[in-house]
């Protein structure tokens, strides 16, 4: 099975993006034997991240696709997100712009949902020392976007995880091990769907 992840790079204050920092950690540690891990850093740009997720979806094919960004707000908290939203894009990227109309897809539905249950997925998982939550609101911000064109272009085989940043408490080695942890989970629920 080939899964896919990207994180992403620098932003406003965050020279070291965490989503980035978990997303190499995973790849040291790899998902065992049957998995097929390949890593992305996506910019925090909304034209040059959708060019990405097009490209990983029509040349790589994954299995499953998991998109790890870095949430300001959330201190100790992973975020598992069951949903991309495709219109509210106003706030600016890294370049200065913003998608015109402020939406994903001209075409695409108001919303998709991931076909991994998020919310069986958390009530399943704990990881110690860090609380994890369920939401169905990723942002409107590169996060949403880039999970909403996700969800699009891989018929709902994506997945959102949102990551606190770095601290003494939360390293990138920590963050590393939780997304081992929720992902291994969300192979077997992938496994079982292909029963």
Not at 19 to 29: D, F, G, M, T
Not at 50 to 76: D, M, N, R, Y
Request: with cysteine.
């Amino acid at each position: 099975h080939l899964s896919f992840f990207s994180g992403f790079g620098p932003f406003r204050q965050y020279l070291v993006n965490s989503s980035w920092e978990a997303v190499k950690e995973l790849s040291k540690r790899g998902l065992g034997k049957n998995t097929d891990l390949h890593i992305m850093q996506l910019p925090v740009v909304y034209q040059k991240a959708k060019e990405q997720v097009f490209k990983i979806w029509t040349t790589l094919q994954p299995l499953l696709t998991v998109h790890v960004g870095l949430a300001s707000s959330a201190k100790a908290l992973i975020i598992l997100e069951q949903c991309g939203k495709n219109k509210g894009y106003q706030e600016m990227d890294a370049c200065g712009l913003h998608p015109e109309g402020g939406c994903c897809m001209l075409d695409g539905p108001e919303k998709i949902e991931s076909t991994i249950n998020m919310k069986s997925l958390w009530k399943n998982i704990s990881v110690e020392g860090i609380d994890i939550i369920f939401s169905r609101d990723a942002g409107r911000y590169i996060c949403d976007y880039t999970y909403y064109t996700s969800l699009y272009y891989g018929n709902g085989r994506a997945a959102f995880i949102h990551v606190p940043p770095l601290s003494k408490s939360v390293t990138a080695e920590f963050l590393g091990k939780a997304l081992q942890t929720i992902i291994l989970e969300m192979l077997k629920q992938c496994g079982k769907e292909r029963e």
